[in-house]
């Protein structure tokens, strides 16, 4: 059961809520985590906790009938998606119109089901996109700060070169070369001395066994073994599991109270708990968080939120392609789910892109390339409340994506010419080359500066703060979840000293 009453209280438990639940604990100050999927802990009766892409079941999605991977379709067959039970399962694909977002849902968020990928973006970039943060801070402190705690490590370059789980990198490497690209090593969160093991045959496969999206059994080092395992071990931190915080009210003496729904697996909801807080922090990611505020701000229960309650959300640029390889380029049937190369376009003056080179896990050659671009996209959707479904409606439309196409068109048309190499037209449903229609990187919607203070205390609103995505305006450039972590240290430090010490 819930206590009716935490001195702090974190919603979600994904980059932002767990560091800032860290810091917290180690104060000393009380701290419940809600969190709206479930432990992964239980294995199945496979005896796995996750399932692979390859035999999706029902801890794929969350309430879904059928799976919704993001490659839908190889020569325009159905081939990755099946019908599963609807569980509260990892990865939810919640959808908008011209704009899915996919999302992890379970203890550690996001970092249950992404790629890994740990990248610092370039200093002059996180510089224009939050000009009010001091970077020499972020670079010097807070950065190294959160890399040392996710536990980033890098592919042994030695490895690389000889191994087969990243023969599809190599071969995507040498395409980009005789174009004239550079690539780099990309940091991870996935371990790759356990990947190395893999490959040779003396642990269980993970990554190499076409474990990515739906969750990793090994190997990865997810929120629930890095921030989350330690904030626990302060004793002052506990996470309520299947706990959906639905409303925010706040009392007459300052403090908020939560309406909290609880369900089980299957959905029933078992009923519905009032939770109060002194320190409230919103760590529900940029869907999650920025609906609880909009919502709060039109039923009227949080009126003093302003305007910028719902701005600034952008898609980071993500955009998806596929080339087709010429016979003898192969890319192996054994591809690691964790990418460790990425296309390094980020200097070009008009269309700034980095490609990060994607696994085809499909378990047999497929003669595919495939990148997630992540480039420079300057439009930016909102989102207001709907009252009829009680949910937050994004705002984005199809023709806000052409900037992200335009980036990655002018990277890969270079490569294709310069390969005599041709796009895959079968890979997203219908025939089209570039897939902009989802976002794994959803950023913004309570921007830092705007919708907060300079350190994510929401304006208007005393001791309620902002700790996730949902403070980056739109774009970073690179994989976000190392930014997100490194301004979470950031602000939790400054709050602890004057909000809850002070
Ligand atoms: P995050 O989304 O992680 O966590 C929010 C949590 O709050 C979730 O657990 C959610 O269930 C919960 N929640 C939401 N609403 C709630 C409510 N009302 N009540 C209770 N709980 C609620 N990034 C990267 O840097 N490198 C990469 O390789 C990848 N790859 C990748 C692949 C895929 C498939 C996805 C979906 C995403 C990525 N990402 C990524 C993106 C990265 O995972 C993402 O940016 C972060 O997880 C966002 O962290 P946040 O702290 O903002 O929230």
Redesign the pocket.
Known sequence: PLPEYSPAVV?????????TALRLGEAGIPTLM????KLWTEPGADGEVFCSMLKPDERAM?FKDRTEA?LASFLWLDLANRDIGRHAGV??RVSFGDMA???????????????????TPERSYFEEILPRVDAGEMYGKYFPRANAALGVNVVDPAWFETCRSYQYARVSRKAARKAGFGTVF?P??YDMDYLRREEAGEVPRSADASE??YGNNHGKRS?DKSYLAAALGTGKVTIGTL????EILRQPDGTYTLV??EIDEHGTVLGTHHVSTKYLFL???????T??LVRARDTGRLPALGEAVGQGWGT?GNVMCGRANHVWDTTGSLQSG??ALGIDNRSDPVHPAFA?IAPVPAGLETWVSLY?AITKNPERGHFTYDAASDSARLHWAASQGQPSIDAAKALFDKVNRANRTIYRYDLFGDTRVFENRFT????GGLVLGEATDDHGRVKGYRNLYV????LIPGS?G????????AL?ERNIERVLAEDVRG
Request: charged residues 10%; hydrophobic residues 45%.
């Open positions: 919603v979600g438990t994904g980059y932002g809520a767990a560091v809600l969190e709206m999927g969350w993001p990865l939810d977002v996919y999302l992890g849902r379970g203890v550690g968020g996001g970092s249950l089901v992404n790629g890994a990928m740990a990248v990309v991870s969160v990515v999206i929120l706990r959906e915080v639905r909290v729904r760590g529900a990611g940029s869907v999650g968080s609906e609880l980071n964790m990418p990060e997630l794994y990187h959803p950023l700790t996730d995505g949902s970073t690179v994989n976000p979840f190392v930014t997100i972590t979470a």
